[in-house]
């Protein structure tokens, strides 16, 4: 299992994805499941992955063989965000048939966020079937993988309004969420924040599980929910 996460901003995008491909008793192994085109001043993408990795590998191999072979439609020329969530999705179709036999067993679920010069910055799902939805005011975050755990506080927190360093932390917390309530999902933890309207590389970070910050972080989160529990009024019994 995995978790990734897109949030879009009114002026910035946050793509937050795990790395932990299995776990067991003596046998955890990691995979990173978050990958960036572009072209200073012409196009940034950030895409994530959710779902079988034979499936996900065959994906991004065929996305670079056809960049690195100027494929006349590649992710560097499609022209705008959707053109390119229909790219990834008939890739996708064809891997899960080609490659693995498809079956639900070989599905993958993709999160693709970024911005071409003369279109709009977007954040798009893209089911394993092929088709994609994209966010909206109304739904500024997107999910992948093991959503559950984290979705409550990105319920609370986040809106196209909300400022950049609440919603990396509450990113940040929603990932920490869901990585203490299932051991599928792990670090290293790939947070990258593209802003709006820049066309430029982004800020990109990666946590590890002795991360020192994250730690802090989980610490101080622990303690402010038992304190906020503890200032609720208490049930009156009859």
Not at 30 to 46: I, L
Not at 197 to 209: I, K, P, W
Request: hydrophobic residues 40%; negative net charge.
């Amino acid at each position: 299992m995995t978790y990734c996460l897109g949030i879009k901003l009114n002026q910035h995008m946050i793509l937050m994805s795990d790395s932990r491909t299995s776990a067991g008793v003596d046998n955890i192994s990691t995979y990173s499941k978050m990958w960036r085109y572009g072209v200073p001043g012409d196009r940034q993408m950030v895409l994530c992955s959710a779902g079988n990795l034979a499936t996900t590998q065959a994906v991004i191999t065929a996305i670079e063989k056809d960049i690195r072979e100027a494929a006349p439609v590649n992710m560097l020329t499609v022209k705008n965000m959707p053109d390119a969530c229909k790219y990834i999705g008939n890739i996708s179709v064809e891997c899960q048939k080609l490659n693995t036999g498809g079956g639900p067993v070989f599905e993958t679920t993709f999160i693709l966020a970024g911005e071409i010069v003369g279109s709009p910055a977007g954040l798009y799902m893209i089911y394993s079937q092929g088709n994609f939805i994209a966010s909206s005011s109304q739904v500024p975050f997107l999910q992948i993988g093991e959503t559950k755990y984290g979705k409550p506080i990105l319920d609370r927190v986040i809106q196209e309004k909300t400022p950049l360093d609440r919603a990396v932390l509450a990113a940040l917390v929603s990932m920490d969420a869901t990585i203490k309530s299932n051991l599928t999902v792990g670090p290293p933890i790939e947070l990258y924040v593209l802003d709006i309207a820049s066309l430029q590389e982004g800020r990109y970070v990666a946590f590890d599980s002795d991360d020192e910050y994250m730690q802090k972080l989980r610490k101080s989160w622990n303690i402010l929910m038992e304190q906020a529990i503890d200032k609720l009024e208490p049930l009156h019994w009859n």
